[in-house]
Structures are given as C-alpha cells and as structure tokens.
T-cell receptor, first 117, second 114 residues
Framework: EAGVAQSPRYKIIEKRQSVAFWCNPISGHATLYWYQQILGQGPKLLIQFQNNGVVDDSQLPKDRFSAERLKGVDSTLKIQPAKLEDSAVYLC???????????????FGDGTRLSIL | SQQGEEDPQALSIQEGENATMNCSYKTSINNLQWYRQNSGRGLVHLILIRSNEREKHSGRLRVTLDTSKKSSSLLITASRAADTASYFCATDAAGGTSYGKLTFGQGTILTVHP
C-alpha cells in the first residue's frame, strides 16, 4: 500500500509570512494526525482528526495555526503568521480504525522541514 | 510535557552487539509503542505492547513492559549498521478521550559502528 504523502519536503520563509503543508494519508485510514518535531525532540501532537472531525487540538496554537480535513481524506496545516520558533519538521501520520480506535500503530510521512528566517 | 523519557540519550555500539534502550512514563497507559526514525525521514512503527502484556518479540526486537514501575525497555539483538537511527517510545494514556493520542519521549540516538 502507498504510504503517507506529504508536500512540500522543505520550505523556507521569513517570519510573519504564511505557509501551508499538505498531507494525503493511507487510503482508508480514518484518523489523521499532525505533529511538530523540533530538532532533538520527539514529535508533539498538534491536532488529531477522526474522519473530518477534530478529536484533539489542545496543543495547537490556534492564534496562528489552523488545520482542516475536508471530505475526511487529505488535510492541510497552515501557519499564519509564522514565528522563528515555528522552525521544525511537521509530520503527518494516519492510522486505521479497522480493529477499533485504540491499539493502532501510526504510519508517518517523511515530513516537511520548515525554516523561518 | 513529555510523557515518556528515554534513557540513555545516546548509545554507541559495535555491529553484532545488543542495544538496550529504556523508557519511563508517568501516568497509566493503554499501550506503549516504539518507533524508529532515520535521519531526515518519518517515524516507523516497530512494536506495540498493551498494558496487560509484559513482553513482546518481533524479529530481533524484544520489548518488555513493567506497569508497576511505569517503564519499558527495547532490546535490539545482534545489531547492524542499518539499525543506526533515533528510537522513540510513545504512550497512549489511559482515561483520555482522544483515542490513539500518543505522547512521545525525547528519543535515544543509536549509532552502530561497522
């Protein structure tokens, strides 16, 4: 099966500009996650979707970050305006609910590396 | 804050040796998962162990879970240069409303020298 697709792979912008990332999960996966991974740290969950509904966005900086998952498939994550501390890798992951919502491994894309100048 | 904390932060071994990484966490869990991340790539799922399990094996991987001590270990036997990567533990906290929400630790950087 095809893996999680993300684009772009790299993005360089200046602070206060806006940026958007795109994710296409594995076909049939109902749950989609966006993570932020700062260099040297583990991924931190930003938002979790179940189909096209938000399950958890408690760690999403809502004053500047937004995400949507239209039609329960692809998703976009946007930052506007960007700050220097947003420099990180943004990872998208998906999981299947075929055997129930818990105890499911997550499948990750290769991420978008964002640099803020 | 991070739920899981890995130890050691970095580990350097020779090919053929065993590598052991430890993970401690703070709250009750539904399951604990281990992931590998090669440089510049996404995370790859290695193994999932449920809270009612004590040990699981997958190929050269062995994971143990001690819920009384809130700790887990990942053993990689007969390591290879290709095992060089960062390894993360992640916990699915019990009692949460977000099914499948994982909290990751800081990771262990494993270097295997040929």
């Amino acid at each position: 099966e095809a893996g999680v697709a993300q684009s772009p792979r790299y993005k360089i912008i200046e602070k206060r500009q806006s940026v958007a990332f795109w994710c296409n999960p594995i076909s049939g996966h109902a749950t989609l996650y966006w993570y932020q991974q700062i260099l040297g740290q583990g991924p931190k969950l930003l938002i979790q979707f179940q189909n096209n509904g938000v399950v958890d966005d408690s760690q999403l900086p809502k004053d500047r970050f937004s995400a949507e998952r239209l039609k329960g498939v692809d998703s976009t994550l946007k930052i506007q305006p960007a700050k220097l501390e947003d420099s990180a890798v943004y990872l998208c992951a998906s999981s299947s609910d075929r055997l129930g919502p818990r105890h499911q491994p997550q499948h990750f894309g290769d991420g978008t590396r964002l640099s803020i100048l | 804050s991070q739920q899981g904390e890995e130890d050691p932060q970095a580990l350097s071994i020779q090919e053929g040796e065993n590598a052991t990484m430890n993970c401690s966490y703070k709250t009750s869990i539904n399951n604990l998962q281990w992931y590998r991340q090669n440089s510049g790539r996404g995370l790859v799922h290695l193994i999932l162990i449920r809270s009612n399990e004590r040990e699981k094996h997958s190929g050269r991987l062995r994971v143990t879970l001690d819920t009384s001590k809130k700790s887990s270990s990942l053993l990689i036997t007969a390591s290879r240069a290709a095992d060089t990567a960062s390894y993360f533990c992640a916990t699915d906290a019990a009692g949460g409303t977000s099914y499948g929400k994982l909290t990751f630790g800081q990771g262990t950087i494993l270097t295997v020298h040929p």
